[in-house]
């Protein structure tokens, strides 16, 4: 059974790095075709997709985040993770890990097989 379950602080101070970490069990992150996704839902909006690393470790980005975003992996611990800099207030929201099959660059929720439960991150002073 798969099972993604993220895990990070739940409050960041402005301008500070955001860094969350995605577990996964049940199939390893290196299984070739599986992608695996960032997403966010800010209070009151949609869903956001952030970026993905793909089974072989190369990143896509949201344009609007690149800047700001860093994804990384250890498959030897089956995880994958994100760090978010320079954070805001507006960079509040419950954050998700999902896995898709093939790359996917979307927030379409049918488009990703398994989900994390969610991590709610608050930036404030």
């Known amino acids: 059974q798969v099972q993604l379950q993220e895990s990070g602080p739940g409050l960041v101070k402005p301008s500070q790095t955001l860094s969350l970490t995605c577990t996964v069990s049940g199939v390893s992150i290196t299984t070739r075709y599986h992608a695996w996704s960032w997403l966010r839902q800010p209070p009151g909006k949609g869903l956001e997709w952030m970026g993905v690393?793909?089974?072989?470790?190369?990143?896509w980005y949201s344009p609007s985040l690149k800047s700001r975003t860093t994804f990384s992996r250890d498959p030897s611990k089956n995880q994958f993770s994100l760090q978010l800099s320079s954070v805001t207030p507006e960079d509040t929201a419950v954050y998700y890990c999902?896995?898709?099959?093939?790359?996917?660059?979307?927030?379409?929720?049918?488009?990703?097989?398994?989900w994390g439960q969610g991590t709610q991150v608050t930036v404030s002073s």
């Open positions: 999902a896995k898709s099959i093939f790359i996917r660059a979307t927030r379409e929720v049918y488009e990703y097989d398994y």
């Open positions: 690393i793909g089974d072989d470790g190369r990143t």
